[in-house]
Nanobody, 122 residues
């Protein structure tokens, strides 16, 4: 059982930045993903990083603004969010699993954190 804990959320003005962190009880060789869920909407893919950290992918809506990274020595994964927009407002979750090629599908991740709220004011 992997226990994930997110931190770093908060209230920020549009155009601002935040860095989310997710620490794991252990990493194994899991792929790590970030997802978000806004009120009344389904959980959506944001970013993913493989075990080596050499392969990343992003949702089109965040590409060029968000950066995912990981530090396997600290069992941690990060999401740097720049140029934030009001539409980025959501609860952000980190997830661990082996989704293979279908990394955008939340159902293929085995473990989830409790989420951290990000609110971007206009």
């Amino acid at each position: 059982q992997v226990h994930l804990v997110e931190s770093g959320g908060g209230l920020v003005q549009a155009g601002g930045s935040l860095r989310l962190s997710c620490t794991a009880s252990f990493f194994n060789t899991y792929t790590m993903g970030w997802f978000r869920q806004a009120p009344g909407k389904e959980r959506e893919f944001v970013a993913v990083i493989d075990w080596s950290g050499g392969n990343t992918n992003y949702a089109d809506s965040v590409k060029g603004r968000f950066t995912i990274s990981r530090d396997n020595t600290k069992n941690a994964v990060y999401l740097r969010m720049n140029s934030l927009k009001p539409e980025d407002t959501a609860v952000y979750y980190c997830a661990a699993g082996n989704p293979l090629s279908d990394y955008r599908s939340p159902s293929l991740y085995n473990y989830w954190g409790q989420g951290t709220q990000v609110t971007v004011s206009s």
